[in-house]
T-cell receptor, first 113, second 115 residues
Framework: DAKTTQPNSMESNEEEPVHLPCNHS???????IHWYRQLPSQGPEYVIH???SNVNNRMASLAIAEDRKSSTLILHRATLRDAAVYYC??????????????FGTGTRLTIIP | SAVISQKPSRDICQRGTSLTIQCQVD?????MFWYRQQPGQSLTLIAT?????????ESGFVIDKFPISRPNLTFSTLTVSNMSPEDSSIYLC????????????FGSGTQLSVL
């Protein structure tokens, strides 16, 4: 499985944007970049995913480098409820919809009031 | 989205006993997965629960220790057998559906403590 590298932890002030980086230099052409987050005492939840183009949804934006070897999850205005562990995961499309997720160590995001 | 009900939410068990964890989904799903999350750690995939056939286990996990059933497209069980304190973890069920924007949905987990 292709690997991802994330900082262990980050801090951000409330109501400011947060940029969470992820390196995936061994990504293959068919790998999607997925982001999940795990709030305290909960299972992970889907945040966003993309292949080549930048993506936006109601939760966040995903900026993907042109060579696809890195990506950045952007929370436009962090709130205290965004404090969580954020996982960047590469997921193949060999069996659409049925591919397992392999979690790395993730980035623990702390929001400072 | 998929609503996942996992039971029990937590349990305290004696070593040498077994615990069966249930995962019920509110709609039919293509795939079901079982993960383990040891204290302070990330998630590790135990196995893929295949409907109507034997589960597919990841390296380091075996059927005798973690037997899995999946009798239909909405239900699966994971049994943690002959438990030891090292099995104390959170166990999570995850499901995916084809065509559902490639998302996986997770239950809230079963927190298991083995004494």
């Amino acid at each position: 499985d292709a690997k991802t590298t994330q900082p262990n932890s980050m801090e951000s002030n409330e109501e400011e944007p947060v940029h969470l980086p992820c390196n995936h230099s061994t990504i293959s052409g068919t790998d999607y970049i997925h982001w999940y987050r795990q709030l305290p005492s909960q299972g992970p939840e889907y945040v966003i995913h993309g292949l080549t183009s930048n993506v936006n949804n109601r939760m966040a934006s995903l900026a993907i480098a042109e060579d696809r070897k890195s990506s950045t999850l952007i929370l436009h205005r962090a709130t205290l409820r965004d404090a969580a562990v954020y996982y960047c995961i590469l997921r193949g499309r060999a069996n659409f919809g049925n591919e397992k997720l392999t979690f790395g160590t993730g980035t623990r995001l702390t929001i400072i009031p | 989205s998929a609503v996942i009900s996992q039971k029990p939410s937590r349990d305290i068990c004696q070593r040498g006993t077994s615990l069966t964890i249930q995962c019920q989904v509110d709609s039919q799903v293509t795939m079901m997965f079982w993960y383990r999350q040891q204290p302070g750690q990330s998630l590790t995939l135990i196995a893929t629960a295949n409907q109507g056939s034997e589960a597919t286990y990841e390296s380091g996990f075996v059927i005798d220790k973690f037997p899995i059933s999946r009798p239909n497209l909405t239900f699966s069980t994971l049994t943690v057998s002959n438990m030891s304190p090292e099995d104390s973890s959170i166990y999570l069920c995850s499901v995916g559906r084809q065509g559902d924007n490639e998302k996986l949905f997770f239950g809230s987990g079963t927190q298991l403590s083995v004494l």
